[in-house]
């Protein structure tokens, strides 16, 4: 019912960013596409639903069919009604202040008649288990919930085919695994077809069944059952950056070093039980990604020392009773479920807020009483959205910047502009403007800038947010640089198996206040209350063979 | 807040948007013609008092928005009195050997009344009408083309996003900045990466509304049918007798 021979798309004035995209899906398959990102992925997502061309402007040759008919030359209404799109900003998919009223809205749209919208509406809340939010304002509604009605409202018109765009990427951990089952219901419909494109794969691997990986020009480098697939071309999309399922991965991994071979990598956890099976449980543990130890306690004396911080919001309070110090050359995570405050208590720890109650030192002196300028010398700090920091023309520029703002001879600028360049991998782009850069260039552009000046710490708000795994190891690559170079790093985020695999230490926050401080291997070895704050257990965790498992929790 | 009142159980918030657009109209119009003292005041009372019953608002809350609009309207009779076109005959007193004139008084919180009684009425409508409603009832009964309508509501949506936004961008080119505060010429940087942000949110919104089959024609149900109602016979037939009574008689 999708038919594509030979598609190739190209912007105004660009190279193709699809080339030659060949593909049949039938009736009731759920597709993965899979690729590196600039390969084409959301291009052909739009191209199916016929937005594209209709409404964003791109060449598109070759033939393209859904349901027998170019999608391009249907009216909007019908395109809408047989293929809907779920798109991963949850806060950008509606135009109206309620809920009640984006759904009629969406209704209204379909020309479903007065008297049924009622009903259609009801229903499609009943099935995402959202009619308690029916009156609800959109904007009070947190991201998980904002992207269950975004599913309500496709579940309403209710089209064959469901195209879902990173639908899960800016999703905390709880709200990723709800609303994945959610999917899963509709692919577990033999008359719903899913076309599904997603970074982290751990979730939707569950009800995928195909898998269609993409080049980064955008043309079909292997199609088939996910399972093969990420064995045949496994080693090909890790070095395109693009990310396994973590089961395959530490398959992968673990066919490597026995020598052994098989035809399919385990993709879901049930399957990677059994695949583990046939190896010897030291083995099959030496094969996954390992904690990282707990930092020795620091001799130095602590760079940042919060004492019993609190912090709130008119009478609603966000936090209190927050201890805790960062030490030269930790590496921590502050995780947390989502609204929870942690981005909140970044600000408070910056300066940006003062605290409630409290005290906040920065290297031995009351936050309060320094000056702006003597706190932008202590912190780095790497907000959400890259660009929102950008003040220059060029890349290079922007690195200089802060040397020169602090008065350093050109000399010295020079060289540590060209050591910067070389260590963040941007020195083939140094003349282009920021933002013109990729997602994972702009990031590594927003750390570089930070670290021009010898601050003692470094705060990231989900600086992983929206990356591939090779941009995401790139990065980790230099806040490790950065920690060893006696930095203290502490980086907000909701990636459990980050986590696991790149912090020492995990400051958590649940129920207004710290509720964790200790090394990463603690937090998860089951004696933690994870569902209490919020977050799950990693995936690499899980894969623990388990007597390994049951002598970690005795 | 805002929308608690909008959504109000009351009088007024049942009223027909587009009457209470229209009588607005009507008011600002008629209004210029007014050079008296009595009128406007009785006005400006009638209106704060339909404000609080009719649509159950909070007479402090009234009176104080009011309030900047009644600082503005007095800087009105300052002007009249300081630096008057035509200083009037009947002089009341002087301050600091400058004539103060009944006239010049008279005009100054005649034209400062004026002030306070379009703020009052624009209050009336704000405080009373909801976004959604206005829209709706401009699509449905003033012809106003949905993808404009669907368009300034999704734009709507966007305002408080964009607030945040610029606090968040202010703060981050601070911190690079070295902690200096953006001077007025920054703003303008400042701007871009703002315009940037909202462009790209405003494009995904658009393809997010499309995908939902939204193609801005008029060809859609109407689940919510805004027609006018008992209550719309009511508010018209006291608008008329009050406009009657304060502008149409003392001219005949």
Same mark, same amino acid.
């Given at each position: ?46 191209? $199916?639903?016929? $937005? ?117 990427? +800016? ?12 999917? %899963?219901?509709? *692919? ?8 599904? $494109? ?20 955008? +043309? ?30 530490? %398959? ?37 990604? +390992?904690?990282? =130890? ?15 911080? *609190? ?64 706190? !932008? ?6 907000? +959400? ?21 602090? &008065? ?7 060289? =540590? ?84 695999? =790149? *912090? ?29 704050? &919020? ?18 929790? !005795? | ?72 309207? @007095?800087? @009105? ?38 002030? #306070? ?60 900045? #070295? ?34 089959? @939204? ?31 304060? @502008?149409?008689?003392? #001219?005949?």
């Amino acid at each position: 019912m999708i038919y594509a021979d030979n598609v190739t798309i190209a912007y105004p004035f660009a190279e193709p960013s699809v080339e030659s995209f060949s593909a049949e899906i039938r009736t009731g398959e759920n597709v993965l596409l899979l690729g590196p990102s600039g390969s084409g992925k959301s291009t052909i997502a739009l191209a $199916i639903q016929g $937005i594209l061309p209709r409404s964003v402007e791109a060449e598109v040759s070759g033939i393209l069919s859904i349901f027998g008919e170019n999608p391009a030359v249907k009216s909007i209404t019908e395109a809408a009604g047989q293929a809907a799109l779920l798109f991963q900003d949850p806060d950008t998919q509606f135009c109206m202040p309620t809920v009640r009223e984006e759904l009629v809205f969406t209704l209204e749209n379909l020309r479903v008649p007065a008297e049924e919208i009622e009903a259609r509406m009801l229903e499609a809340l009943q099935f995402t288990d959202m009619l308690r939010c029916i009156d609800a304002r959109i904007d009070t509604l947190s991201g998980g919930m904002k992207q269950k009605i975004a599913v309500s409202c496709l579940a309403a018109v209710n089209p064959q085919i469901w195209i879902l765009d990173e639908p899960l990427s +800016q999703l905390d951990p709880v709200s990723r695994e709800a609303v994945a089952s959610l999917l %899963g219901r509709i *692919a577990a419909d033999s008359d719903k077809t899913l076309v599904v $494109i997603e970074h982290q794969l751990n979730e939707v691997m569950e009800w995928v069944d195909r898998a269609i990986v993409l080049n980064r020009q955008g +043309q079909v480098s292997a199609d088939g059952s996910p399972a093969r697939i990420f064995n045949s071309h496994g080693d090909v999309l890790e070095a395109e950056g693009v990310w396994l399922p973590l089961p395959a991965e530490a %398959g992968k991994n673990l066919l490597k070093k026995t020598e052994t071979s098989k035809a399919a990598l385990p993709i879901t956890l049930r399957q990677w039980e059994t695949f583990a099976a046939d190896y010897p449980a030291a083995t099959v543990l030496e094969s996954l990604p +390992q904690p990282k =130890k707990a930092s020795e306690p620091s001799l130095q004396p602590s760079v940042l020392e919060v004492k019993q911080a *609190a912090f709130a919001y008119g009478t609603q309070t966000v936090f209190e009773n927050v201890s805790f110090s960062l030490y030269p050359g930790e590496m921590t995570a502050l995780v947390g479920a989502n609204g929870v405050g942690k981005s909140t208590l970044a600000r408070v720890l910056t300066g940006w807020e003062p605290p409630k109650n409290g005290y906040i030192y920065v290297n031995g002196q009351d936050i309060a009483s320094l000056k702006p300028y003597e706190i !932008a010398k202590t912190f780095g700090i790497v907000f +959400q959205q890259p660009e929102h920091q950008f003040l220059t023309q060029t890349v290079e520029k922007e690195i200089r910047y802060g040397m020169e703002m602090e &008065g350093w001879c050109e000399e010295d600028i020079i060289h =540590k502009t060209n050591e910067l360049l070389i260590q963040f991998q941007l020195g083939h782009i140094r003349r282009n403007h920021p933002f013109q850069l990729s997602q994972g260039e702009k990031r590594r552009l927003s750390v570089a800038v930070m670290v021009t000046n010898n601050q003692s710490i470094l705060i990231l708000d989900e600086p992983t947010f929206g990356l591939d795994k090779r941009n995401t190891d790139a990065l980790f690559e230099v806040l490790e640089q950065c920690r060893r170079r006696g930095k203290a790093v502490l980086w907000l985020t909701h990636d459990m198996d980050l986590v696991y695999t =790149k *912090a020492a230490r995990v400051l958590a926050l649940a129920e207004r206040t710290l509720a964790y401080d200790d090394g990463v291997e603690a937090f998860f070895n089951g004696n933690t209350d994870l569902e209490k704050i &919020g977050v799950r257990p990693p995936v690499v965790q899980l894969m623990r063979p388990k007597e390994e498992k049951a002598g970690s929790y !005795a | 807040m805002l929308e608690e009142l909008q959504t109000r159980n009351a009088f007024l918030q049942h009223v027909h948007p587009t009457l209470k657009l229209l009588s607005l109209f009507t008011v600002f119009f008629c209004m210029i013609f007014v050079y008296d003292i009595w009128r406007p005041l009785a006005v400006l009372l009638l209106t704060v008092a339909v404000v609080a019953f009719l649509g159950k608002v909070p007479l402090k809350l009234l009176l104080g928005l009011l309030l900047p609009f009644a600082l503005f309207g @007095f800087s @009105f009779v300052w002007l009249q009195v300081v630096f008057p076109e035509e200083r009037g005959s009947t002089v009341l007193f002087y301050v600091f050997h400058m004539p103060v004139a009944l006239e010049n008084i008279q005009t100054g919180v005649s034209l400062g009344l004026r002030a #306070m009684v379009y703020a009052s009425w624009s209050l009336l409508f704000v405080l009373t009408t909801s976004p959604v409603s206005l829209v709706m009832s401009l699509i449905q009964k003033w012809h106003m083309p949905p993808s404009i309508g669907y368009g300034m509501m999704a734009a709507y949506r966007f305002l408080p996003q964009l607030r945040e936004e610029l606090a968040v961008i202010r703060r981050a080119r601070q911190i690079r900045g #070295m902690g200096k505060k953006p001077k007025v010429r920054e703003w303008k940087e400042m701007a871009v990466p703002l315009m940037a942000g909202a462009v790209r949110k405003a494009e995904r919104t658009a393809l997010a509304m499309e995908s939902k089959g @939204f193609d801005g024609s008029r060809q859609r149900t109407r689940y919510v049918q805004m027609n006018y109602k008992k209550m719309d016979v009511w508010f018209t037939a006291g608008f008329i007798l009050f406009i009657t009574v304060i @502008f149409l008689l003392p #001219m005949s």
